[in-house]
């Protein structure tokens, strides 16, 4: 299937790799771009160093075209826009924050750049500054997410930019990525899915709660803090809440959160951990390697698309 972004990139699938913090290390990327998709390695509150040897480590198992991610609240992004054009990466995508005072640079290096946006305000500033295409992302997504659902945002920045679109939050399925192209999208970016297939990293407690989550299992904490979070809920997401509600202050609710992430992800601690997923975490029930999970949606996205 060929589309703006499968020639803009170089990949076989319009399928892109959410960039997930401790998630989206160099194992999943190269499955995924391996598999025909576009692999991500998500920087998230990573050291620059370690991005670097992040990058060099999927070159070391693949030719095929790979992206790395750039969490904009990390002190380090700054050193981390220079590793992507210092090791010539092909794709950049950012998120959580306006990435427009490195556009120049990575326009100068021929990075493609794809900047996250949750609004169609973000979509056309970015499409200005230059960016080769957006990922319009829901809140139905795991993770930092915006206020608009996918089914209304896609169409509404669509329809406000020339740039290609790349739908993302509650896609997992042939039927999604199907919908997604149907709202105009022209890829679309996965990232539940993708936590747990085989080749991916994460704490088999963290998989068994994506896979037995169900559909209303997902909640988002930090809509007070201006940084809201969906995650499946479970003692961490319920204190936090909880405190939320009782009106503590900014400060003390991070410092509960400082390195939760890591303690689901690395640790497995998926009851004072942060489960990061997305609402179609209810649909997610098995482990497959990522080439399998891409041809099966390709192949019942295929057969819709062609109805
Ligand atoms: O960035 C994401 N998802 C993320 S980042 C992340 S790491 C984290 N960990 C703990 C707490 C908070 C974050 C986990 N998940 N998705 C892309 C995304 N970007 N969603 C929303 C946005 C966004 C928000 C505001 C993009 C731009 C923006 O603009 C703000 C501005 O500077 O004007």
């Known amino acids: 299937m060929k589309t703006r972004v499968t020639e803009l990139l170089g990949i076989e699938y319009p399928i892109i790799q959410g960039g997930m913090a401790w998630v989206a290390e160099h194992n999943l990327a190269a499955a995924v771009s391996q598999a025909g998709g576009l692999g991500i390695i998500g920087a998230g509150g990573a050291p620059a160093a370690f991005v670097k040897e992040q990058i060099e480590k999927v070159k070391a198992v693949t030719d095929k075209p790979f992206g790395v991610n750039i969490m904009l609240m990390n002190p380090e992004a700054d050193a981390i826009a220079k590793v992507v054009v210092d090791e010539g990466v092909k794709v950049v995508t950012t998120g959580a924050g306006n990435p427009g005072k490195y556009m120049a640079m990575w326009k100068e290096a021929g990075v493609k750049v794809i900047p996250v946006v949750a609004s169609v305000a973000m979509a056309k500033m970015m499409e200005r500054g230059g960016a080769d295409a957006v990922v319009a992302e829901g809140m139905e997504s795991g993770g930092h997410i915006g206020s ?4 209304t945002l896609v169409p509404q920045v669509v329809d406000a930019v020339k740039i ?10 042939g039927r999604g990525f199907a919908a997604a192209m149907m709202l105009g999208a022209e890829a679309v970016q996965m990232g539940t899915r993708f936590v747990v297939a085989k080749e991916s990293i994460v704490h088999e407690n963290y998989k068994q709660k994506v896979i037995m989550a169900k559909d209303i299992d997902s909640e988002v904490t930090g809509m007070s803090t201006g940084h809201p979070v969906r995650q499946i809920r479970n003692k961490m997401s319920r204190e936090y809440l909880q405190m939320e509600k009782d009106g503590a202050p900014f400060e003390e609710l991070e410092k509960l959160t400082l390195g939760s992430l890591r303690r689901a ?4 601690d998926v009851v004072t951990g942060t489960i990061m997923a997305g609402q179609i975490a209810g649909m997610v029930k098995k482990e497959q390697t990522c080439a399998e999970m891409i041809q099966e949606i390709m192949a019942e996205a295929e057969k819709l698309l062609s109805r």
């Open 164 to 173: 290609p679109v790349i739908a993302a939050g509650g896609i997992a399925d």
């Open 148 to 151: 608009a659902t996918t089914m």
């Open 265 to 268: 992800v690395v640790d497995g």
